[in-house]
């Protein structure tokens, strides 16, 4: 049988009452198939999906802005760079 890895995600993602039980449903089955073509492409499609909606691929939070200085040097002159990254306000 094939299984059409589309249908498995879209039902996970239908059938999940929250962002953090969809990240959980996502995650353990990510782990209990490990490293099976199965799991790789579905751990992709998790990752694209988390990254265009900006949420935690592992507790499903939306992830916010940080912005850092980052003290650098530019042709012998001390400057600073900013540096944006995302973080979650759950996990870190
Ligand atoms: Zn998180």
Redesign the pocket.
Request: net charge negative; proline share 9%; hydrophobic share 20%.
């Given at each position: 049988m094939d299984v059409d890895i589309y249908e498995i995600f879209n039902y996970i993602k239908d059938n999940s009452d929250n962002k953090q039980e969809l990240?959980d449903n996502m995650n353990s089955l990510i782990m209990s198939t490990d490293r099976s073509k199965f799991s790789m492409q579905l751990n992709k499609l998790w990752d694209e999906y988390c990254t265009s909606y900006g949420i935690?691929?592992?507790?499903?939070?939306r992830m916010i802005a940080i912005e850092e200085k980052e003290p650098m040097e530019y042709f012998g002159f001390p400057t600073n760079e900013i540096i944006t990254y995302q973080v979650?306000?759950?996990?870190g």
């Open positions: 990240a935690c691929v592992c507790c499903g939070e979650c306000p759950n996990c």
